[in-house]
């Protein structure tokens, strides 16, 4: 059965940084590209960023360029999320994904519970 597991939510204020950690097990961690999605209330899942099998590749939101970055340990099964430069607006329920594709248009094939970030002004 598989599983992805998110951690490292919580609350930080404007300009903080936090670090989200998706451990996954179940599957051939190796196989698939990752990625990180978020939504806010009200709002649509929308697409953060996305790492191909082995790092080699990555692909981020706009909105989120240059003060995010993803990254992953395949020995770990672990996929990661470096958050710097929070802002308000990054406040949402962020989960990862096993997918295939490494940008917004791939097809996810598993999603985890997600894990809570809230920015505070």
């Known amino acids: 059965q598989v599983q992805l597991v998110e951690s490292g939510g919580g609350l930080v204020q404007a300009g903080g940084s936090l670090r989200l950690s998706c451990a996954a097990s179940?599957?051939?961690?190796?196989?698939?590209?990752m990625g990180w999605f978020r939504q806010a209330p009200g709002k649509e899942r929308e697409f953060v960023a996305g790492i191909s099998w082995n790092g080699g590749s990555t692909y981020y939101a706009d909105s989120v360029k240059g003060r995010f970055t993803i990254s992953r340990d395949n020995a770990k099964n672990t996929v990661y999320l470096q958050m710097n430069s929070l802002k308000p607006e990054d406040t949402a329920v962020y989960y990862c994904?096993?997918?295939?594709?490494?940008?917004?248009?791939?097809?996810?094939?598993?999603w985890g519970q997600g894990t809570q970030v809230t920015v505070s002004s």
């Open positions: 994904a096993a997918r295939y594709g490494l940008g917004p248009d791939g097809k996810n094939a598993y």
């Open positions: 179940g599957l051939t961690f190796s196989s698939y590209t």
